[in-house]
């Protein structure tokens, strides 16, 4: 038997996929269904047209369906996984967006069989998979994290524009997280983020996508995801000598992550008055993001009580300010 073989590859793979689950477990559940370090997954595919590139990469994909699988049937028992197949499906056919990280224990191309045979060991984020069984219901009930994200992208004319949404510093953003913060609510801060939210994600939330808000929650454990915009411009002159009026503008969203829900939108916009435009830039930050704050904290308490959706409430109409460019 003729084959190209790469077994114990010493490669470790690692890819950080964003979840699209929703839901929070019961900690006291979860502990008798705990998921294990690590599990192995096998996978034969046949390569058509011999192409095994193209082989490999459905067995590595089918490889972690069926150990993502075994993950399931120890968590769950066998009864109850065959009592849940159809609901399980859902979570099968992303397993790939599960997996925290693997490596090859085997690999190779059979070229008298031609398949393609991977034998892989994976490590699963295991929190997600449980928030996934929670948002199905096969597990216990929800329980909020009572963490919030706040991610907002924001133009300032006073800044030089950058090429990543991770290497800017937003005034807004910063101003926002502050104030809640300053209110007890715990929030999770940009750094911890960079390297575990795409770029891509993030954007998406920002334009509405709700599922990539929630894939936001789930992957950090943040109940609540705030994304929006944010833009400053300098107005027309005031009549007075050497003073800048400057005005800011804060579009947010309130996501539920167990929900995918919408919870609130507001916009808040400052005008302020200064000599030096960057400090009447900060000022209207500043001042916008306190009004934002004081009309998202009673929201989050009222989710958060509730558990159940607060209405949305209609946002004022703000002086006109294009923000098509963001």
């Known amino acids: 038997m003729n084959r190209t073989s790469w077994r114990h590859s010493p490669l470790l793979m690692t890819g950080i996929w964003l979840l699209s689950a929703g839901g929070f477990f019961n900690a006291e559940v979860f502990a008798q269904q705990k998921m294990g370090d690590v599990?192995?997954?096998?996978?034969?595919?046949?390569?058509?047209?011999?192409?095994?590139?193209?082989?490999?990469?459905?067995?590595?994909?089918?490889?972690?369906?069926?150990?993502?699988?075994?993950?399931?049937?120890?968590?769950?028992?066998?009864?109850?996984?065959?009592?849940?197949?159809?609901?399980?499906?859902?979570?099968?056919?992303?397993?790939?967006?599960y997996v925290k990280s693997y490596r090859f224990l085997e690999a190779y191309d059979d070229l008298s069989s031609r398949t393609s045979e991977v034998k892989l060991e994976m490590r699963f984020f295991a929190s997600a998979v449980s928030q996934a069984l929670a948002g199905l219901g096969v597990i216990a009930g929800p329980v909020s994290e009572n963490k919030v994200v706040v991610l907002i992208k924001e133009k300032s004319f006073t800044s030089a524009p950058v090429g990543s949404f991770w290497d800017a510093f937003p005034i807004s953003e910063t101003q926002l997280a502050k104030n809640l913060m300053e209110e007890g609510i715990e929030v999770i801060g940009r750094e911890q983020l960079r390297e575990t939210i795409s770029e891509a994600t993030v954007l998406n939330a920002i334009k509405g996508d709700l599922g990539s808000a929630r894939s936001i929650g789930v992957i950090t454990g943040a109940d609540i995801v705030i994304v929006g915009t944010a833009v400053s411009s300098q107005r027309g002159k005031t009549g007075?000598?050497?003073?800048?009026?400057?005005?800011?503008?804060?579009?947010?969203?309130?996501?539920?992550?167990?929900?995918?829900?919408?919870?609130?939108?507001?916009?808040?916009?400052?005008?302020?008055?200064?000599?030096?435009?960057?400090?009447?830039?900060?000022?209207?930050?500043?001042?916008?993001?306190?009004?934002?704050?004081?009309?998202?904290?009673?929201?989050?308490?009222?989710?958060?009580?509730?558990?159940?959706?607060?209405?949305?409430?209609?946002?004022?109409?703000?002086?006109?300010?294009?923000?098509?460019?963001?």
């Not at 490889?63 to 099968?92: C, H, P, T, V």
């Not at 992550?257 to 930050?285: C, D, G, R």
């Open 240 to 326: 007075k000598e050497d003073i800048k009026t400057v005005q800011a503008n804060i579009n947010v969203k309130v996501v539920s992550t167990l929900e995918a829900s919408l919870i609130a939108a507001k916009t808040e916009f400052s005008t302020i008055e200064h000599e030096q435009a960057l400090q009447a830039e900060l000022e209207a930050f500043d001042t916008a993001s306190k009004k934002l704050a004081d009309f998202i904290i009673p929201s989050l308490h009222r989710y958060r009580e509730k558990g159940v959706e607060a209405p949305v409430r209609k946002a004022p109409e703000a002086p006109p300010l294009s923000m098509s460019d963001m």
């Open 39 to 97: 599990y192995v997954g096998s996978a034969t595919v046949q390569a058509e047209g011999e192409d095994y590139v193209v082989a490999r990469e459905k067995a590595v994909s089918q490889a972690m369906k069926n150990g993502l699988e075994g993950a399931l049937k120890e968590m769950l028992g066998d009864k109850e996984f065959e009592a849940s197949q159809r609901d399980l499906r859902q979570i099968l056919r992303r397993s790939s967006q």
